[in-house]
């Protein structure tokens, strides 16, 4: 499973940005809509922390509380992909961002250990 990014880029505090993270699979490997997916960002010198997750059906979102209201993730099982709408944005939302994909599904949850593939990370930058 290949996970890939895109969307990063400068933005002024309070303006908006979409990140997407397009899944590539291995043939005979299990489905998109069988990964729960989450968002993770890293900040310089920090801990890479959780932001959002949905699981493999939708049906559960769940946010880091600094986020809620503000960012907002989403999937498309027919298109293999997940994104993450971010509105409000504030400079302590700088950092790289990344998708990750768990399996089994609903096991995931908020820690890194719970998801096995990891994309490249796309540079979020907020200016105050």
């Known amino acids: 499973v290949q996970l890939q990014a895109s969307g990063g880029g400068l933005v002024q505090a309070g303006g908006s940005l979409s990140l997407s993270c397009s899944v590539s699979r291995r043939a005979f490997s299990p489905a998109f809509s069988s990964y729960d997916m989450g968002w993770f960002r890293q900040a310089p010198e920090k801990e890479r922390e959780f932001v959002a997750g949905?699981?493999?059906?939708?049906?559960?979102?769940y946010n880091v509380d600094s986020v809620k209201g503000r960012f907002t993730i989403s999937r498309d099982n027919a298109k293999n992909m997940v994104h993450l709408q971010m509105s409000g944005l504030k400079p302590e939302d700088t950092a790289v961002y990344y998708c990750?994909?768990?399996?089994?599904?609903?096991?995931?949850?908020?820690?890194?250990?719970?998801?096995?593939?990891w994309g490249q990370g796309t540079l979020v930058t907020v200016s105050s």
């Open positions: 949905i699981s493999w059906s939708g049906n559960s979102i």
């Open positions: 990750a994909a768990g399996f089994p599904p609903g096991r995931a949850g908020i820690s890194t250990e719970g998801y096995m593939y």
